[in-house]
């Protein structure tokens, strides 16, 4: 029996080691969710593989888990998939997520990816803005059968010329939002911000990254003077009823996938759980007053909080390709690499040992930047302000058109291409913006080649 437990001791020393570094020469480029979750697909399903690795038990859990981010859900009374709304922006996870990446910019249509953030100014118990009596914090655009959505959106663009020092040029457009016939008056101290849906494959390995390799890449005063002041984000914690360490949403403000997924569930489609209990609409004309939450079982929940923490990243390519090479180091060159990480090593994952002690390439820090006025939403986000946006990750940037038709970027969908997103950089990124201006034809040629690689 001694031996037995010498054995288990020695398993778990081994699986509680501190994560090592890695060897340079050793590596191969092309991994970038490291060893077990990465995936060689370059087609429209290149973000949908599960991480390798996981035991028949975690598979079931899994394929639980992409069944229920797919599936559409009504409203209730329903034998199954019930609880929808009864005021809603989706009807399905995946309807914004498509194909587990990105999704359209467009409003008030089943197949939209945008939603509206509201608030007006100060802050609730959590340290979170405040919502807008009779709204809540999200616009709902969309209600069940019988049930008055909040309002409408009707988005509108600006152009603007960007022009090289060649004379090339690129057309901009800058969004105006309209909330259209509100059900009741709004606010005039209204406050809004746009959100695109983001990709979901690749969550996993960011939620292994230790906390401290996180705030190590801060610098919020800028003591050393390189104009990049990355700033965390503390988000409140619905599980543990705490403020932590934000890495999820376009400002840093959920703690995890868990938050993140029923966030989602309750403010998208009006499901509850177990973490948001009360409809979002609660004392609002058009709550239903049904008993009958929470509406999404545990299990399910938890399954697709699964799901999502073990898709794997697609594979880089065409890692050799000269042309690529020299896009890879004018990334650097440029500046680029100072907020988008590429390399980064995750920490020690006992639930998902794939994910453990991995050297990825997610291209971000998970950090806030102040992006320029440009880009602000005016609107605070716990510790973010207008300005401050989190560091998008970069991997599979390159086959979003695949996996999605037209790629849009950015917070808000407003960039229809990687250099319409570059140019729309202000704030700490002026400089390595003014940086990639500045280069000639066939050097941005091969910075955005590069960037298509990932």
């Known amino acids: 029996m001694k031996y037995i437990y010498s054995f288990i001791f020695i398993l778990l020393l081994a699986a509680c080691r501190q994560a090592q570094p890695f060897d340079e020469d050793a590596y191969d480029e092309r991994l970038s969710g490291g060893g077990l979750a990465t995936v060689f697909d370059e087609t429209q399903g290149a973000f949908g593989h599960e991480v390798g690795g996981l035991n028949k038990r975690d598979n079931e859990v899994h394929g639980i888990g992409d069944v229920t ?16 709304g009864p005021l809603f922006n989706n009807v ?14 467009s409003a008030g249509m089943t197949n939209s990816s945008l939603l509206i953030r509201l608030s007006v100014p100060g802050k609730d118990a959590q340290g979170q803005v405040s919502s807008v009596d009779g709204f809540g914090g999200q616009l709902q655009d969309l209600g069940i059968f019988g049930k008055q959505p909040e309002g409408t959106v009707e988005i509108s663009y600006i152009d603007s010329i960007v022009t090289y020092l ?30 695109l849906a983001p990709s979901v494959f690749g969550l996993g390995l960011l939620e292994s990254i230790p906390e401290a390799t996180i705030l190590g890449f801060a610098d919020e005063n800028d003591t050393d003077g390189d104009g990049i002041s990355g700033k965390a984000n503390y988000g409140w914690n619905y599980f543990t009823k705490r403020k932590e360490l934000g890495r999820f949403g376009l400002k840093a403000s959920m703690p995890d996938i868990l938050n993140q997924s029923a966030g989602a569930f309750h403010q998208d489609m009006g499901i509850t759980t177990y973490l948001f209990p009360t409809e979002a609409v609660y004392g609002q004309p058009q ?9 999404l079982a545990d299990t399910l929940l938890n399954a697709v909080a699964f799901y999502l923490k073990t898709l794997s990243v697609p594979a880089r390519r065409n890692v050799t390709n000269p042309e690529i090479k020299r896009g890879q180091a004018l990334f650097k060159e440029t500046g680029c690499a100072n907020c988008h990480k590429p390399v980064v090593q995750t920490g020690i994952n006992l639930a ?29 986000d716990f510790l973010a302000n207008g300005n401050e946006w989190r560091t998008p990750p970069l991997w599979g940037i390159g086959l979003f058109e695949k996996t999605n038709g037209i790629p849009y970027f950015l917070h808000d969908g407003r960039a229809r291409s990687i250099e319409e997103a570059i140019l729309w ?30």
């Not at 981010?69 to 929808?84: I, K, Y």
């Not at 400089?431 to 990639?436: A, L, N, V």
């Open 166 to 195: 060649e004379g090339t040029t690129v057309t901009l457009r800058k969004p105006t939002y309209r909330i259209l016939n509100p059900y009741q008056p709004l606010p005039a101290n209204l406050e809004l911000s746009p959100r």
């Open 287 to 295: 709550f239903d007053g049904l008993a009958d939450e929470p509406e």
């Open 92 to 105: 399905s996870c995946i309807s914004c997520h498509h194909n587990d990446g990105k999704g359209t910019p």
């Open 352 to 380: 998902i040992p794939a994910l453990s002690n991995q050297r990825i390439q997610p291209f971000t820090d998970l950090l806030l930047h102040d992006m320029g006025p440009a880009l602000s939403d005016y609107r605070e």
């Open 425 to 454: 950089h202000g704030g700490e990124a002026e400089k390595t913006k003014s940086s990639y201006m500045k280069l000639s034809v066939s050097e941005r040629n091969a910075l955005l080649k590069f960037l298509k690689s990932l």
């Open 69 to 84: 981010f797919e599936q559409s859900f009504v409203a209730a009374p329903a034998p199954v998939n019930s609880g929808l």
